[in-house]
């Protein structure tokens, strides 16, 4: 089945960049969709496709999609985006959604 | 506005039974494929199945841990959908999403409670 890896913790400081890479086997052949999840809540997109924002989430979220890894980066990070972010694709061969294991965003 | 909303989490023993609702409100429920995630305490977010459309003949899919317990319905006259778990383990303790996917999740509603314990 298809597997994607990501790293269990990133720290940045505020008015920072953080990068939070999404491997996988060709992912770049893939739609990536990147989720934000605060403590005691119910994840939010951020990114869906690669790299298109949805209606009210800020232009700090970006995305990008080549070969076999995804990155979501926050620009300009605020104490408020310390969240827990997980991506997700779609696998055709097996029919299956499958989540990356998530990486906790701390901002220092 | 979308609105998913779950409801018919709580304690059940091991090798039990639990059905789960997720009431949508606020788009074209039965043109939409719904699907449930799972998070238990701490851990990460588990995908577990998703009913398509009925123009899609209402396929379903599951996750391998779960196959062959866990069913998912959906009743487009009351915009509900259903996941409804047998044969429940002490592991399939986590709180269970259901959303709408399009491009993403685009919509989550806030989560059921499902705790297997004797």
């Known amino acids: 089945s298809y597997v994607l890896t990501q790293a269990p913790s990133v720290s940045v400081a505020p008015g920072q960049t953080a990068r939070i890479t999404c491997g996988g086997n060709?992912?770049?052949?893939?739609?990536v969709h990147w989720y934000q999840q605060k403590p005691g809540q119910a994840p939010v997109l951020v990114v869906h496709?690669?790299?298109d924002r949805p209606s009210g989430i800020p232009e700090r979220f970006s995305g990008s999609n080549s070969g076999n890894t995804a990155t979501l980066t926050i620009s300009r990070v605020e104490a408020g985006d310390e969240a827990d972010y997980y991506c997700?694709?779609?696998?055709?061969?097996?029919?299956?959604?499958?989540f990356g294991g998530g990486t906790k965003l701390t901002v220092l | 506005e979308v609105q998913l909303v779950e409801s018919g989490g709580g304690l059940v023993q091991p090798g039990g039974s639990l059905k789960l609702s997720c009431a949508a409100s606020?788009?074209?429920?039965?043109?939409?494929?719904m699907h449930w995630v799972r998070q238990a305490s701490g851990k990460g977010l588990e995908w577990v199945g998703r009913?398509?459309?009925?123009?899609?003949?209402?396929?379903?899919v599951y996750a391998a841990s779960v196959k062959g317990r866990f069913t998912i319905s959906r009743d487009d006259s009351k915009n509900t959908a259903y996941l409804h778990l047998n044969s429940l383990k002490i592991e399939d303790t986590a709180v269970y999403y259901c959303?709408?996917?399009?491009?993403?999740?685009?919509?989550w509603g806030q989560g059921t409670l499902v705790t297997v314990s004797s």
């Open positions: 959303s709408r996917y399009t491009t993403g999740f685009d919509s």
């Open positions: 606020g788009f074209a429920f039965s043109g939409s494929s």
């Open positions: 009913i398509r459309s009925k123009a899609d003949n209402y396929a379903t």
């Open positions: 060709n992912i770049g052949s893939k739609s």
């Open positions: 496709d690669n790299s």
């Open positions: 997700q694709v779609w696998d055709s061969s097996s029919d299956y959604v499958v």
